[in-house]
């Protein structure tokens, strides 16, 4: 019960991720918003912790590894907290992303050049700074990375939960 439960929670930070991959691109493609390098490294980090938690819920029968894929997802969505972060309070400030740790990174693993069109850095973060509702976008990637957050921590709860044999003592 507890781990068909945890196995749920990583089904919809799966979801939500590959939702958020899915926005960003619609964003890009439909809506003419280009991706700066942070934007992108967001993508990536999106894209694991979808690709963690698939993982994760094949596994049905190891609590170790399910309990190292709830880990893994809390230990990407802090980091894609802090890319989000970063890119709204410094790389948005910025004329150029160049030489950055994103952009290095991005270049660097040959993404860009591989998968151009969900990898490519394609604008400036200044350029790419952009409101939606009146909150900027990387406010929003900061929000989903933190309900991944939240996600996975409930998710670490109840796959290292023992589980009762007997049922609960009256």
């Given at each position: 019960?507890?781990?068909?439960?945890?196995?749920?929670?990583?089904?919809?930070?799966?979801?939500?991720?590959?939702?958020?991959?899915?926005?960003?691109?619609?964003?890009?493609?439909?809506?003419?918003?280009?991706?700066?390098?942070?934007?992108?490294?967001?993508?990536?980090?999106?894209?694991?912790?979808?690709?963690?938690?698939?993982?994760?819920m094949l596994a049905r029968r190891s609590r170790s590894i399910h309990t190292l894929a709830a880990t893994l997802v809390c230990i990407l969505g802090i980091s894609g907290m802090i890319a989000a972060w970063y890119q709204y309070s410094v790389a948005s400030q910025m004329f150029s992303c160049e030489q950055t740790f994103a952009d290095k990174f991005i270049a660097g693993s040959g993404l860009d050049a591989a998968l151009p069109q969900l990898f490519g850095i394609y604008a400036t973060c200044m350029d790419a700074r952009v409101s939606i509702?009146?909150?900027?976008?990387?406010?929003?990637?900061?929000?989903?990375?933190?309900?991944?957050?939240?996600?996975?921590?409930?998710s670490l709860s109840r796959s290292t939960r023992p589980q009762m044999i007997f049922g609960p003592r009256d």
């Open positions: 019960m507890l781990r068909a439960q945890s196995n749920q929670i990583l089904f919809y930070v799966a979801v939500l991720s590959l939702a958020g991959i899915g926005i960003a691109l619609i964003s890009q493609y439909v809506f003419g918003m280009q991706p700066c390098a942070w934007c992108v490294l967001q993508r990536l980090i999106l894209l694991a912790i979808a690709l963690i938690c698939i993982l994760g509702l009146g909150i900027e976008y990387a406010l929003w990637s900061l929000g989903l990375f933190g309900l991944c957050v939240l996600l996975g921590l409930m």
